[in-house]
Antibody, heavy 117, light 108 residues
């Protein structure tokens, strides 16, 4: 069965970077896009960007341009999302999701990133 | 960017009742509208895609309708496990993908 397993919770200081991983199994990793969505506590879903694991092509939400980088390692079926220059407002649960043409069909369990001095 | 507006913000109903949730787009998204369910502490789950197609394993009590700018998610007879937050999402004109702000379905 399709599974996306994300890395564990992180605590970071303002100005630092965080890199979250998302390991895929149960399907051919390069066949579906990986999208990243975040959710602050008690808030709604916010789309951050997408990556094509086959080509490595990416597209980012304007809000995160210059601060986010999405990469992958196809040999271990793992996608990564790195967010830099962290601030308190970046405290949220970060989800990866597999997708076809923007339809997010399978989701990871989420990774809590806390930004605090 | 397409803005999705969901209503109501909160819906209070009892098990066995019918739930009707709305999602309105700021411009036409054709039928490229999906619905997700999210329970506390869990990731969202895809319920409906392309306005009216149930995702794999989704019970028949969930149905979606609409096209263009106005969409509806209907739960025909609420089960206790259906009380959750529901989000709509468009993929007609992206990036960016956009979500509605959510409707909280709570037990009355």
């Amino acid at each position: 069965q399709v599974q996306l397993v994300q890395s564990g919770a992180e605590v970071k200081k303002p100005g630092a970077s965080v890199k979250v991983s998302c390991k895929a199994s149960g399907y051919t990793f390069t066949s579906y896009d990986i999208n990243w969505v975040r959710q602050a506590t008690g808030q709604g879903l916010e789309w951050m960007g997408w990556m094509n694991p086959n080509s490595g092509n990416t597209g980012y939400a304007q809000k995160f341009q210059g601060r986010v980088t999405m990469t992958r390692n196809t040999s271990i079926s793992t996608a990564y999302m790195e967010l830099s220059s962290l601030r308190s407002e970046d405290t949220a649960v970060y989800y990866c999701a597999s997708a076809v043409a923007g339809l997010l069909d399978y989701w990871g369990q989420g990774t809590l990133v806390t930004v605090s001095s | 960017e397409i803005v999705l507006t969901q209503s109501p913000a909160t819906l209070s109903l009892s098990p066995g009742e019918r739930a009707t949730l709305s999602c309105r787009a700021s411009q036409s998204v054709s039928s490229y509208l999906a619905w997700y369910q999210q329970k506390p502490g869990q990731a969202p789950r895809l319920l409906i895609y392309d306005a009216s197609n149930r995702a794999t394993g989704i019970p028949a009590r969930f149905s979606g309708s609409g096209s263009g700018t106005d969409f509806t998610l209907t739960i025909s007879s609420l089960e206790p496990e259906d009380f959750a937050v529901y989000y709509c999402q468009q993929r007609s004109n992206w990036p960016p993908l956009t979500f509605g702000q959510g409707t909280r379905l709570e037990i009355k």
